[in-house]
């Protein structure tokens, strides 16, 4: 079951407020544009305004067939039966969120370096969100710039090691970065800002699919 909602994962749209659009219009545009992957992050934002919001996104999501998780807030996870959590550098670590969840959500983690991926792996993550390819506002702490070098450089040592962990790519990468980006190696890409300040999100979301089908 966990497989199959994984499978999702190679294009992820993360939802970020704008003046245009509410979260739930967001989530709702990327899955009319054939997106199955929707991250509800609220940053800074109280879990009891978070939980109203996350209930109705995890419907619309149910009603596309698309894998629902929650950024940071583990407990809220739980008790929605989201199909995960994704976890930033400064959240509750893996490993004790796997011991709260159990087998069956999903855990992402986030990474700058291929040691943070080893943490994660080793703490029993089931996919990596890994940036910033480029400087980007919505994770305007993170560092180092990976670039195409960076992934490269990863993905490699994780051949080495014999790691088989999706690594998603993300942090200010544009539908013209997109090739290039998957030609690193990467199982897939997480997008948000450059979905939603196209004129037609949907329609974007389609145009960007489209392109990863003929990546593969």
Known sequence: MK?????????????????????????????????????????????????????????????YGATFIIDDHVELAKKLHADGVHLG???????????????????????????????????????????????TTTKKNLSPILGLEGYTAIIHRMQEKDIHLPIVAIGGITIADIPAVMQTGVSGIALSGTVLHADSPADEM??????MENEK
């Open 206 to 211: 389609k145009r960007i699919i489209s392109l």
């Open 89 to 135: 550098k400064k959240d509750m670590p893996i490993a004790d969120a796997r011991r709260i969840l159990g087998a069956e959500y999903i855990i992402g983690g986030t990474a700058n370096t291929f040691e943070d991926v080893l943490q994660h792996y080793k703490a029993g993550a089931d996919y990596i969100g890994c940036g910033p390819f480029r400087y």
């Open 3 to 63: 497989d199959e909602r994984l499978k999702n994962g190679g294009m992820q749209f993360i939802t970020h407020y704008t003046e245009r659009y509410s979260y739930l219009d967001a989530a709702r545009m990327a899955l009319e544009g054939g997106c199955r992957w929707v991250q509800l992050r609220m940053k800074d934002t109280p879990v009891e305004t978070i939980e109203p919001v996350a209930l109705e996104v995890q419907a619309l999501c149910r009603q």
